[in-house]
C-alpha cells in the first residue's frame, strides 16, 4: 500500500485531565513540518477546565452543555506555525470518561466517516517532534510493492535520548513470513504490535480490520488492535527517524511486582484485557491462562511485592473471574 499525495491526514489525539500537556501536544501538532489536514481532540469528559482552556486558547469558539448525554462535537479552523495552512480542528466532548480504547474507538470511527485518509494515534503527553509525521509519510511513501502495510509507528523516547519503556514495539524473528530485519537499511523494523503513542494507519486497513474495542478501557487496547492488523496478514512498520517524546512523570513500564498502590485499579484492566486476547484465541488457552493467573499469579504476587500484596492480589483475582464473562464486540 503506497500513500499518495493527495491523501489526507488527521491526527487524533485522546484527552483526560491533563490540559497542559495537551495543548503542548496540539502546538507539536500545528508545528509539523509536513502540515495535518485535521485533527481529532476527544475529551474524555475531563474536569480540569479543559474545554475552558481550549477556549481561551482560541481552539474553541463555544464550550459544550454541562449535562452532556451524548458526545459533543463542534470543528473549528486553526493554522500550521509554519506555513499558515488550514487545519480542521474537530473537538469532541465525552459525556464521561471511556478510557484510552473508547476515546480511540470515537475518534477514528468519527474521523473516517469524514473521509480522512491516514490517522495518525496518540495520547494527549505525546509530543511530537517537527518531522515526525513527515518522516512516517516518506518511508511509507517508499515502501517497496509487495508489502501490506497494516501500521506504521514511531521511535518513542523519554527525557533525552531514553527510549520509553512503555512503547517498545512488540518483534519477533518472522511476522507474516517477513524477517524482522528485512527493510534495516531503509530505517525501518518490521514490528507485530506497537501502542498508540504516534501510531499512522490508513483507512483502508481500518475497513477490513475494524476499529479498537472500546470496553478494554485502557491498557492492552492498542496491542490488541495492532495484533489485529496483523493477523489480518498486514506488516508493522517501525521507522527509526520518526520521533515523538511520551512526556510521562517517570520512564516506567507495566509491572504488577512493583507499581505504587495508586496504580492498583489499572491492573484490573490490565489482567482482564489480556484474558481476554488469550480467548481469541481459543478456549483451552484461555482457561490455562486463567488457572495459571489465579494460581501462579497470586503466588508470585505474594513473593515478590515487598507491600500492598492483598490488594493487588484482590485486584488480579477480581479481573481474572470478570475476564470470564467479559465478551466484547469487535466492530
Known amino acids: 500500500m503506497q500513500a499518495n ?35 481529532y481532540l476527544v475529551d474524555n469528559a475531563s474536569s480540569d477546565q479543559t474545554p475552558e482552556t ?5 481552539y474553541l469558539q463555544n464550550l459544550p452543555p454541562d449535562d452532556l448525554k451524548t ?5 473549528s479552523s486553526i493554522h500550521n506555525s509554519i506555513d499558515g495552512r488550514s487545519i480542521n480542528l474537530h473537538y469532541m466532548r465525552m459525556p464521561r470518561n471511556t478510557g484510552g480504547s473508547g ?22 503527553d505525546t509530543i511530537p517532534s517537527e518531522h515526525a509525521l513527515q518522516n512516517l509519510t516518506e518511508k511509507v511513501k517508499r515502501l517497496p510493492s509487495g508489502y501490506r502495510l497494516g501500521f506504521a509507528c514511531s521511535k518513542v523516547i523519554w527525557e533525552g ?12 524473528p518472522i511476522t507474516n513470513g517477513l524477517p524482522f530485519n528485512e527493510l534495516e537499511d531503509e530505517g525501518m523494523l518490521i514490528v507485530k504490535g506497537a501502542s498508540f503513542v504516534s501510531l499512522l494507519i490508513h483507512r483502508d486497513v481500518v475497513g477490513k480490520v475494524g476499529y479498537p474495542i472500546r470496553q478494554l478501557f485502557i491498557w492492552g487496547d492498542d496491542i490488541e488492535y495492532t495484533g489485529r492488523i496483523i493477523n489480518a496478514g498486514y506488516i508493522g512498520l517501525y521507522v527509526r527517524e ?13 509491572n504488577i511486582f512493583r507499581d505504587t498502590p495508586e496504580n492498583a485499579w489499572k491492573y484490573y484492566y490490565d489482567v482482564r484485557n489480556k484474558l481476554f486476547m488469550e480467548k481469541q484465541h481459543g478456549l483451552s488457552r484461555y482457561i ?4 495459571k493467573n ?3 499469579g497470586n503466588l508470585k504476587l505474594a513473593r515478590k511485592r515487598k507491600s500492598h500484596k492483598l490488594k493487588f492480589i484482590w485486584t488480579n483475582t477480581l479481573a481474572s473471574f470478570a475476564s470470564l464473562i467479559f465478551n466484547p464486540h469487535i466492530k
Open 71 to 75: 458526545p459533543w462535537e463542534k470543528t
Open 242 to 254: 520518526s520521533t515523538v517524546r511520551h512526556k510521562t512523570k517517570d520512564n516506567y513500564q507495566v
Open 288 to 291: 490455562s491462562a486463567f488457572i
Open 54 to 58: 481550549l477556549m481561551e486558547k482560541r
Open 103 to 124: 476515546g480511540f474507538y470515537e475518534g477514528l470511527k468519527r474521523a473516517r466517516e469524514k473521509g480522512y485518509d491516514w490517522f495518525w494515534l496518540m495520547d494527549d
Open 5 to 39: 499525495e493527495k491523501e489526507t491526514v488527521c491526527a487524533i489525539v485522546v484527552t483526560y485531565q491533563r490540559k497542559e500537556l495537551l495543548l503542548e501536544c496540539l502546538q507539536a501538532l500545528r508545528s509539523q513540518e509536513e502540515p495535518l489536514d485535521a485533527i
Open 294 to 296: 489465579i494460581s501462579q
Open 161 to 172: 535520548k531514553a527510549i520509553h519503556k512503555m512503547n517498545i514495539p512488540q518483534i519477533q
